[in-house]
């Protein structure tokens, strides 16, 4: 509902006009991601090319009440920051369905290009430019008060040059605060700090401290990712991980790595998260090491162009998967229009052609 006040109220909260998406000029065409609690579609909003994130209701009022509110939180993060590093959000709707519409990167996700690119490493500029990308958006987050909780590379995406990495997926965010006890299930085992699961087996919704050090934790093993192109704990499943992580305080090999960049790796996986560096720390460190090993300009890869049709599932769910695919069509009775690219799209409610 509206108000003389430029704001509307969705679930709780207070969404600016301006991030009000109008559904009548909305299209919404082939779907180029899933996950547990939404798909996501490439689309076009007012002649812009878009990703299009739908969160289905649920089917009983608890799951109802929790999906309505996990939207709610995530639309008010997305409209609270913003930064070259993080996804641009362009706005959100509630009817006639739950709508979340961010730009589309269609340089995909940092998983596929590492895939695209196995056996061979990035070269260290490379990846270590990636790295800086991915600090200064958690960075940023955490000068917010946000937790992303799910730092991971499914959830990381790269520009259509694949020169800039930029974070997605707010789904399973929170905001930070001293007081606040939150859920423990979350993220995805194989980059989770161990303070989210170890110690006990929690029941379903039982609560326990962490804080935004989580993150600094997920971005080490992201970060080890990045040099070696390789999954970390290879051979393991993410529970075989995640058990070795918090109960034998296992970590990836940082043997063969120089000694600046072991030592920010393995400082920012540290079993006390109040002994790992803060994301400013991060940043200096990367750019300190970066200092080190060359003058010369960053050497960027060619550009890896994988088969549009290749479909690599994620290690978890994950809703960041935003490599265009063109076969797959979207899924609603509404009647397909075909947009000038010849990709057939939906709209919601009457159309408008711009």
Not at 247 to 259: H, I, Q, V, Y
């Amino acid at each position: 509902m509206g108000s003389g006040f430029g704001f509307y109220s969705m679930g709780g909260f207070n969404l600016e006009a301006k991030w009000l998406i109008d559904p009548k000029l909305l299209f919404v065409g082939p779907k180029i991601g899933e996950g547990a609690h939404a798909k996501v579609y490439e689309g076009k909003y007012k002649n812009q090319s878009v990703a299009v994130k739908m969160v289905p209701n649920g089917d009983s009022p608890e799951e109802i009440a929790k999906r309505e509110a996990r939207f709610a939180r995530e639309v008010a993060m997305l409209s609270k920051v913003k930064h070259k590093n993080l996804v641009t959000f362009i706005g959100a709707c509630r009817e006639p369905v739950k709508v979340i519409v961010t730009e589309l990167l269609s340089g995909g996700t940092l998983r596929k290009y590492l895939l695209n690119r196995r056996p061979r490493c990035l070269d260290m500029h490379v990846a270590i430019g990636f790295a800086l990308d991915i600090a200064r958006a958690m960075e940023c987050l955490h000068s917010h008060g946000i937790i992303h909780r799910d730092l991971k590379p499914e959830n990381l995406l790269l520009t259509a040059d694949h020169k800039t990495v930029k974070l997605a997926d707010f789904g399973l965010a929170r905001e930070e605060s001293l007081t606040e006890m939150m859920t423990a299930e979350t993220g995805t085992y194989r980059w989770m700090a161990p303070e989210l699961y170890s110690t006990v087996t929690l029941r379903h919704g039982e609560k326990k401290h962490y804080n935004h050090k989580v993150d600094a934790y997920s971005f080490a093993i992201v970060l080890w990712e990045l040099i070696h192109n390789k999954l970390p704990f290879e051979g393991m499943s993410n529970l075989q991980a995640a058990y070795a992580a918090a109960f034998k305080n296992t970590r990836p090999s940082a043997d063969d790595l120089p000694e600046e960049l072991a030592l920010i790796v393995t400082s920012c996986w540290r079993e006390d998260p109040n002994a790992r560096p803060n994301f400013s720390q991060i940043i200096q460190m990367l750019l300190n090491y970066l200092s080190t090993i060359s003058t010369l300009e960053p050497v960027i890869p060619p550009r890896i162009f994988a088969s549009e049709n290749a479909v690599l599932p994620p290690e978890s769910p994950g809703l960041s998967s935003l490599m265009p695919v063109r076969n797959d069509s979207g899924e609603s009775p509404n009647t397909p229009r075909e947009n000038k690219r010849g990709s057939f799209f939906f709209c919601f409610g009457q159309c408008t052609d711009n």
